[in-house]
């Protein structure tokens, strides 16, 4: 493999024939890499060849040498390193393809974990979301309104809840759509013969809120569609639901 000089050679050529095993060994070592050197098709490169015997004086054609003897250092080294690196590359793909599945695995995971993450969110924002309509339902001072969808949305509805003591109002947004971008939902008080009082404007995306504050003699309640922020008048024409109060 290059690695000894002339007298070193020399002094291998004599162990070899001072000791069989030693000469079983290195047979056995060339035996091993021209038999990789065969399977592989890694065969010694003829320039160098062509060089090692010109240094030999060798009279052999290319052809008929065999592919590696004891003093063909060059050859030897060359096919040994490519059976090394043939080795390391088979190493690293090895390596590099269980690196990839394993990030593989952890983004699946990691995914996975997103996933159900979510879906405990959802479910505890379903579960707070029906613990505040049961509470509100089971408040003897709430007085319940339901109020369903009109011709502009008939799938709609919600629920408003109008405490008599305090006459906080709250809104329980049940089904109502995305409104358009610019826009929000606004909650309004009917009274008779007055025009539609503001109860407060809410996020349709939130559980149940409480809105403003409203006294006096309801007979309904109505929401719209009016442009973010709210406005002090109602949009009579863009009424999404609406819900009267049972009479006693």
């Known amino acids: 493999m290059g690695e000894l000089d ?73 096919i040994a390193a490519s059976f090394f690196l043939l080795v390391s590359i088979g190493f690293n793909i090895y390596f590099a393809s269980e690196l990839r599945q394993s990030r593989n695995e952890v983004k699946q995971l990691a995914a996975e974990k997103n996933v159900i993450a979510e879906q405990v969110e959802t479910a505890s924002q379903k579960l707070e979301y029906a613990n505040l309509r049961i509470a ?24 408003v809840f109008w405490n008599k003591n305090s006459n906080a109002v709250f809104i329980s947004v049940d089904n109502l759509p995305e409104p358009p971008h610019g826009h929000q939902y606004q909650l309004w008080a009917i009274k008779v013969n007055q025009p539609p009082i503001d109860a407060g404007i809410f996020d349709h995306n939130n559980l149940v809120q409480e809105l403003k504050v409203i006294k006096g003699d309801v007979m309904a309640f109505a929401v719209t569609l009016e442009k973010e922020g709210g406005t002090p008048r109602a949009t009579v024409e863009k009424t999404y639901v609406k819900g009267f109060l049972k009479k006693s």
């Open 6 to 78: 002339e007298q070193e050679m020399i002094e291998v050529d004599r162990m070899v024939e001072s000791h069989p095993e030693i000469q079983e060994e290195l047979g056995k070592l060339r035996t091993s890499i021209n038999q990789y050197a065969e399977a592989s098709g890694s065969q010694p490169d003829k320039s160098l060849l062509h060089e090692v015997f010109k240094e030999l004086e060798a009279p052999e054609p290319i052809e008929k040498i065999p592919l590696i003897t004891m003093h063909q250092k060059k050859p030897f080294w060359a």
């Open 136 to 159: 509100h339902f089971l408040n003897e001072d709430n007085i319940h309104v339901r109020m369903d969808g009109l011709p502009l949305s008939p799938e709609s509805y919600a629920n």
